[in-house]
């Protein structure tokens, strides 16, 4: 079945530090990919998605490039900031669902 | 545009008890997927719902049900609770189930079996 592997946390930076956070998946057929971030105490937000191989996802400075070549869906942003500090989590849709990985949870000091 | 709001947010059960959590779905959305997330791990599909049929079911026992309404407004029913059941369960709304428009989340209902 599909699964989702991502990086373990927990992930603690300085600001404007360089963040990544790997994942890789496993899957039939071509999936959607995407990156969830969760806030202590709240649901999920969409923070990007990636529908096709080679597309790059992109909001709020974060990036994630499809790459099927790989299976990977790595996060990347260049420059951190403490409001950046939730679980993020990597995840993948194929038919009618979605497959989580188990999150990262990512602290960012001033 | 409003968002998915599910209710209540925090509930407490016996064990054996069952439970009902509630779902709104996001204007135009015409499909419903719940989830659980245990405490420090990815959430889990449960169900999804579209047009009021099951369209999909997760690894979960039979003891889980739920229903969408004419409105798209849905319910996920626990009969029979165990205290692995205290967990955070997610509603999601998407326009035909298809991913490429995207998923809203709820924020929630953390329940407590004890």
């Known amino acids: 079945g599909d699964s989702v592997t991502q990086m373990e946390g927990p992930v603690t930076l300085s600001e404007e530090a360089f963040l990544t956070i790997n994942c890789t998946y496993t899957?039939?057929?071509?999936?959607?990919l995407f990156w969830y971030v969760q806030y202590p105490g709240e649901g999920l937000q969409l923070l990007l998605k990636a529908t096709k191989a080679d597309d790059k996802g992109s909001n709020k400075g974060f990036e994630a490039t499809y790459r099927k070549e790989t299976t990977s869906f790595h996060l990347e942003k260049g420059s951190v900031q403490v409001s950046d500090s939730a679980v993020y989590f990597c995840?993948?849709?194929?038919?009618?669902?979605?497959?989580f990985g188990a999150g990262t949870t990512v602290t960012v000091r001033a | 545009e409003t968002g998915v709001t599910q209710s209540p947010t925090h509930l407490i059960k016996t064990r054996g008890q069952q439970v009902t959590l509630r779902c709104s779905s996001q204007s135009g959305h015409n499909t419903v997927s719940w989830y659980q997330q245990a405490l420090g791990q990815g959430p889990q599909f449960i169900f999804q719902y579209y047009r009021e049929e099951e369209n999909g079911r997760g690894n979960f026992p039979p003891r889980f049900s739920g229903l969408q309404f004419p409105n798209y407004s849905s319910e996920l029913n626990v009969n029979a609770l165990e205290l692995d059941d205290s967990a955070l369960y997610l509603c999601a709304s998407s326009l035909e189930g298809l991913d490429s428009y995207g998923y809203t989340f709820g924020s929630g209902t953390r329940l407590t079996v004890v």
């Open positions: 995840a993948l849709s194929n038919d009618y669902k979605l497959s």
């Open positions: 899957a039939t057929g071509y999936p959607s």
